[in-house]
Nanobody
Framework: QVQLVESGGGLVQPGGSLRLSCAAS????????MGWYRQAPGKQRELVAI???????NYVDSVKGRFTISRDNTKNTVYLQMNSLKPEDTAVYYC???????????????WGQGTQVTVSS
């Protein structure tokens, strides 16, 4: 089993910043792409940012220039630095990881428990 534990969510004023963390643990041989998704009330879950093991990144247009995704492969951890936050960023944020649990295993998708980010004055 693999677990992804998220932290760092909370309430912040417009223009403020938060940093989300997601640490993977358990049976892990290697981790491929990691990413962050979010889901606002009444809306579909959307991809926010992804990062490859080599550090290549991609972002949804609405967060470009404001959010930065990064990872520490020695700690099996992915981060999302969120700056210049807007009310429309309010959502539950979920981390995701494509994991090979052991040598010879097929790749499996794992999700964090979700962390609430609320941007409000």
């Amino acid at each position: 089993q693999v677990q992804l534990v998220e932290s760092g969510g909370g309430l912040v004023q417009p223009g403020g910043s938060l940093r989300l963390s997601c640490a993977a643990s358990g049976s892990i041989f290697s981790i491929n792409v990691m990413g962050w998704y979010r889901q606002a009330p009444g809306k579909q879950r959307e991809l926010v940012a992804i990062i490859t093991p080599a550090g290549n990144t991609n972002y949804v247009d609405s967060v470009k220039g404001r959010f930065t995704i990064s990872r520490d492969n020695t700690k099996n951890t992915v981060y999302l630095q969120m700056n210049s936050l807007k009310p429309e960023d309010t959502a539950v944020y979920y981390c995701n990881a494509e994991v090979y649990p052991f040598l010879g295993a097929t790749m499996e998708d794992y999700w964090g428990q979700g962390t609430q980010v609320t941007v409000s004055s």
